[in-house]
């Protein structure tokens, strides 16, 4: 259930603050879900336009800005109730994911859906992300991995892992990587369009990664990411973006009970 995710999503603004159920915005409740035992926050986004969106468990989504809050529901084409994974497009503008509704696209003002006639054979959407090249990548919860090609369909993707990995979170690296949490651990798809296991997965057999974010680190040639698993464990990885390296583990876990040499 998603609902029993943690939350980790940063807000690139130090004057507000999301819990589950509500938003502080310099120190003002600007925000409260009434029905807290039906509905939670699910992922907060922050646009560039200023304005924050909240994704919810059977609330339809919202967006604060501000003037008033404006609500996206059943009513305005959304797809579903309840919302999940956000990603904000440069291009088309932001993306959708619903539990049972499929994905959505909103853009000037405007929602458009996507489902099976587009290619994309899952209507439970758990992660969207975009890398580098400018390709869609799309992680239902029961037929993996989908990315979308220039002409919009949705194919699934050859050689992700599975079948049977169920996908909680994507994360697309600076340098063409591809991160993918699910409830086997975390793999990596790398330049050339492979897959394989990261190292760290070993430390994480009863853990099922829940949430990945980039973390800085202050290493010049290494990328960090921060990973949630079921528990609210978090710990750091650091994988180099060297072309001539694959990814690899370079730093041990902090903030966990797990030790990697």
């Given amino acids: ?78 797809s579903a109730r309840e919302v999940y994974p956000l990603h904000e497009d440069p291009a088309d503008g932001l993306w959708i994911g619903t539990q049972k509704g499929g994905l959505n696209l909103w853009s000037n003002g405007q929602v458009r859906s996507f489902g099976a006639a587009d290619g994309l054979l899952d209507d439970n959407i758990r992660a969207i992300t975009r890398d580098s090249s400018g390709t869609l990548w799309v992680a239902t919860h029961e037929q993996s991995l989908f990315r979308r090609t220039p002409e919009g369909r949705f194919v699934p993707e050859a050689g992700a892992p599975g079948p049977g990995v169920r996908i909680k979170a994507l994360l697309a690296g600076e340098s063409g990587q591809l991160w993918m949490g699910s ?60 072309p001539s390296m694959p990814a690899r583990l370079v730093h041990s876990w902090s903030k966990s009970p797990f030790t990697l040499a």
């Fill in 1 to 78: 259930d998603p609902r029993r995710a943690p939350l980790l999503a940063h807000v690139p603004n130090p004057d507000i603050d999301v819990s589950a159920s509500a938003v502080i915005w310099n120190g003002r409740l600007v925000f409260r879900l009434h029905d807290t035992e039906a509905t939670r926050i699910t992922q907060p986004l922050l646009d560039r336009s200023g304005a924050l969106w909240l994704a919810t468990s059977g609330a339809g989504l919202y967006r604060l800005r501000p003037t008033p809050v404006a609500v996206i529901s059943e009513a305005e084409g959304l």
């Fill in 183 to 242: 409830d086997q651990g975390l793999h990596i798809r790398d330049t050339n369009g492979r897959w394989k296991r990261d190292p760290a997965s070993h430390a994480l057999e009863n853990c099922t990664v829940r949430a990945i974010r980039p973390a800085s680190d202050g290493h010049a040639n290494h990328h960090s990411v921060a990973l949630a698993c079921i528990t609210g464990t978090m710990a750091s990885i650091h994988v180099s973006t060297s």
